[in-house]
């Protein structure tokens, strides 16, 4: 039987490397761990807020913060809701520290993962 008969498998035909794969549309390994870190610096941060917004008692929106927190999917949403958290936590002083510094601390290396690089 002439080579050219043969079942293939596509895996030796030239053409075939130029077409893709299938299994490229699901992404790269890279894409998918950049995906992963993504959706656990983003859990971080929200637990960070949340941590935050518990010592917010007496605060009025402190529900409608709680909310906005849950219905984050992107860093960038909780770093906009830093600003209706962080002075209320400074109210609080001492009994507040720990948790002003990680939500600083937790921004600031979701920021970091997310700024575009440097040229």
């Known amino acids: 039987m002439p080579p050219s008969a043969l ?12 077409s893709p794969s299938p299994w ?15 959706a656990r610096a983003l859990i971080e ?7 935050a917004i518990g010592l917010l008692d007496g605060l009025p929106y402190r529900r409608q913060l709680q909310r906005q927190v849950d219905l984050a999917r992107d860093p960038a949403d909780l770093w906009l ?14 009994c507040a520290e720990r948790a002003i510094w990680q939500l600083e601390h ?6 970091s993962q997310h700024a575009p690089p440097m040229a």
């Open 24 to 38: 490229t549309a699901c992404g790269l390994p890279q894409d998918r761990q950049a995906r992963v870190a993504a």
């Open 81 to 94: 809701l830093r600003r209706s958290v962080l002075p209320p936590l400074q109210a609080l002083g001492s």
């Open 106 to 111: 937790s921004i600031a290396r979701s920021v």
């Open 7 to 18: 079942p293939h498998d596509g895996r030796s035909d030239p053409a075939s490397a130029t």
């Open 45 to 51: 941060l929200q637990q960070a807020f949340r941590q």
